[in-house]
Each structure stands twice: as structure tokens, then as C-alpha cells.
């Protein structure tokens, strides 16, 4: 299925103007890449979106603020939270690695203007739901 992207659209318009309105959206993607563990960035059709996987929180991959929190909240060090960082990214692509064509739902965007969604690999699998079961991403 292809992306529509009047509705996609009408979702960034509705989302920005009422925090509590849902729409679900759902559509083909071509992994472009891994940014971090609970990041993706994906071909969709001739644009380049950056996805949030929904509903986990991965660890931090670099010596952020956030890092420094998740640091603290989990009595690890900096190093520690960086390191499962980088683990949740490798799980994460070993993941997707080799999909040519992903499944995206799309809840909506986030606060930083990616999209908000749930990923499906070749197999169906939902991977949002694969990281919190295996451990890798504690669920948000």
C-alpha cells in the first residue's frame, strides 16, 4: 500500500492543532537506515521521514542531557547508558537488516516532527513489540 500523502497531511495538520487526536495511517517503506534504537529513517516513495518506533524508550547513543538522566534514573554510568544504547541500535538493524520493504503504521508525529509509528518487518513482525519482549527497549 502506498502512501497517501493528503492524509498524511490532513495528519501533521490535525496533530499539530489537538495533541489528543489519533489517526492511524499505514503504508510501505524502504529502510534507509538505523539512527539509533528507537529511531528509523525510511524511503517513502521519493522522501526521506525519520520514524520514532511508538511506545519504547531506547537508551541514548551519545553524552546528551537525556543521557545523563537515563544515567541517573538507572544508577548506571554515562558509558553504560551509551553502550545499551549502541546495543539497542545493533539489535535494531540485525533486525531490519536485509527488509527491502517495511510496514509502517503511523500514529502520528511527535514533538520533533518525526513520525510516530509502529514497524513491521517482512515477516509481520512487530518490532516495537520484539524490543520491549526481548528486553532490548524498556516500554514508554
Do not use: W
Not at 502506498?2 to 492543532?17: D, E, H, P, R
Not at 554510568?77 to 527491502?100: C, P, R, S
Amino acid at each position: 500500500m502506498i502512501i497517501n500523502y493528503k492524509k498524511l497531511l490532513l495528519l501533521t495538520i490535525i496533530s499539530l492543532s489537538s495533541p489528543c487526536y489519533s489517526y492511524e495511517l499505514t503504508g510501505q517503506a524502504k529502510l534507509s537506515r538505523v539512527i539509533d534504537g528507537d529511531t528509523i529513517e525510511v524511503q517513502l516513495q521519493q522522501t526521506k521521514a525519520k520514524v520514532r518506533l511508538a511506545g519504547i524508550d531506547c537508551f541514548e547513543t551519545s553524552k546528551i542531557h537525556r543521557a545523563y538522566k537515563q544515567a541517573y534514573l538507572n544508577k548506571m554510568t554515562i558509558d553504560e547508558v551509551m553502550f545499551k544504547g549502541y546495543q539497542a541500535k545493533g539489535h535494531l538493524n540485525n533486525m531490519l537488516y536485509g527488509n527491502k520493504n517495511i510496514k509502517i503504521k503511523i500514529l502520528g508525529i511527535d514533538k520533533y516532527g518525526r513520525l510516530l509509528g509502529i514497524v513491521y518487518d517482512s515477516e509481520n513482525r512487530n518490532i516495537n513489540q520484539v524490543l520491549i519482549n526481548y528486553g532490548i527497549c524498556p516500554e514508554y
